[in-house]
């Protein structure tokens, strides 16, 4: 048995993720983009086996920064989300439909690649707005909300489209599949609301728990528990630990939480990007025509920026804020990566690039939409 253990290098993955990104703060480079490029360069210099142990952060990562966005959230607020149906059946139509439909008829790419490929690049990436979010201190602004259900909604319909194309692929039962995915999504919520009902019966003693030194551990376990228990019976563990976020009392809990998560939120987080962008690397291959790569460019950035406007403005929010939420919901991300094995090779190689070129437009788009909206004065 191969017993794994920190080695020297470990200390310099750590000290370039340190270095990097706080010489860049200085150039006004938001630490996300920091921790993409430190990933890229890290494939210069690290092996696999290099990072090996340290994956257990990486795992981490993506379900400790939902679950501190949950914590900003209730189910009285989540139950209000119905206004988000129909910009989600927008974002939806416009980036997955319409787009789908796009790939057949213009690029006479198979129903099967167009169905995939749809797939691809419908998400936007959660993990990467809800962080610049943060990062460019813009919780508060009107629009937040808008992108954080409309985020919830992609991911929950992605989930779905997952469960069913493997469902399918597997060779299970289209009706017998559906209604077990529709039972499993009900009880996992049902579960959440009840939770929620219990922990707010009995906050006096969760506050009184949340006084101990040693709280951390309860409530570290109780995310690891409730995320990757969810994945092991097939739901996703970013909507798990959103809602469980969800569930805590708005009780000084939920600050005790923060002060003591705080710290291993961040260093999970940086560390969950690295590996993003460490596996991504830099591929050069294009497998497409140039026009055609061009095009799956440029076609997902008007359709997204085009959805999230009206989406926006059926949302409620005026031109200026609608215009800024276009601008903040372009980059694609860890869905995308997800599916994209799933793509034939002869073109996955080229849809990999495509990707890596929308998170990088999509990142400078939502730090600068702000300025230029204000420069050209909308």
């Not at 692929?169 to 009902?197: A, N, P």
């Not at 999970?268 to 291959?285: K, N």
Request: aromatic letters at 20%; charged letters at 15%; a positive charge.
């Amino acid at each position: 048995m191969t017993e794994m253990h920190f080695s020297p290098k470990s200390g310099f993955i750590f000290f370039i993720l340190f270095l990097i990104p706080f010489f860049l703060r200085f150039g006004g480079v938001p630490y996300i983009i920091s921790f993409i490029i430190c990933g890229i360069l890290g494939k210069l210099f690290f092996t696999k086996d290099d990072l090996e142990h340290l994956k257990i952060f990486e795992g981490l990562g993506l379900s400790l920064l939902f679950f501190f966005i949950g914590l900003e959230y209730s189910f009285e607020k989540l139950f209000r989300m119905k206004k988000i149906i129909l910009p989600g059946l927008i974002d939806f139509s416009f980036n997955f439909l319409l787009l789908f439909v796009i790939l057949i008829l213009f690029f006479g790419f198979g129903f099967r690649d167009s169905l995939m490929l749809s797939a691809v690049l419908y998400p936007t990436s959660t993990a990467i707005v809800s962080k610049l979010i943060i990062d460019t201190k813009r919780v508060a602004n009107p629009e937040t909300d808008f992108l954080i259900n409309l985020l919830i909604f992609e991911d929950l319909v992605i989930i779905i489209f997952l469960i069913f194309f493997y469902s399918f692929t597997e060779g299970r039962e289209l009706g017998l599949s559906s209604g077990l995915i529709f039972l499993k999504m009900s009880l996992v919520f049902l579960f959440f609301y009840i939770l929620s009902l219990i922990f707010k019966r009995f906050s006096f003693v969760l506050d009184r728990i949340a006084e101990e030194d040693i709280f951390i551990f309860l409530i570290f376990g109780v995310v690891i528990l409730f995320s990757f228990g969810a994945k092991e019976i097939g739901f996703s563990e970013v909507v798990s630990s959103f809602l469980l976020g969800v569930a805590m009392p708005e009780t000084k809990v939920k600050q005790k939480i923060q002060s003591s998560l705080s710290s291993i939120k961040e260093l999970s987080v940086g560390l969950f990007f690295f590996f993003f962008s460490y596996r991504i690397g830099l591929d050069i291959r294009i497998q497409v025509s140039h026009f055609e790569f061009f095009s799956l460019i440029f076609l997902p950035l008007i359709l997204k920026f085009l959805s999230t406007y009206f989406g926006a403005r059926a949302f409620g929010l005026n031109s200026y804020v609608s215009l800024r939420s276009g601008l903040s919901f372009l980059p694609r991300g860890e869905f995308s990566f997800v599916l994209i094995p799933s793509l034939k090779e002869d073109i996955s190689y080229s849809v990999f690039n495509v990707v890596l070129v929308l998170i990088f437009v999509g990142i400078v788009s939502f730090i600068f939409a702000p300025r230029v909206l204000k420069i050209a004065k909308i």
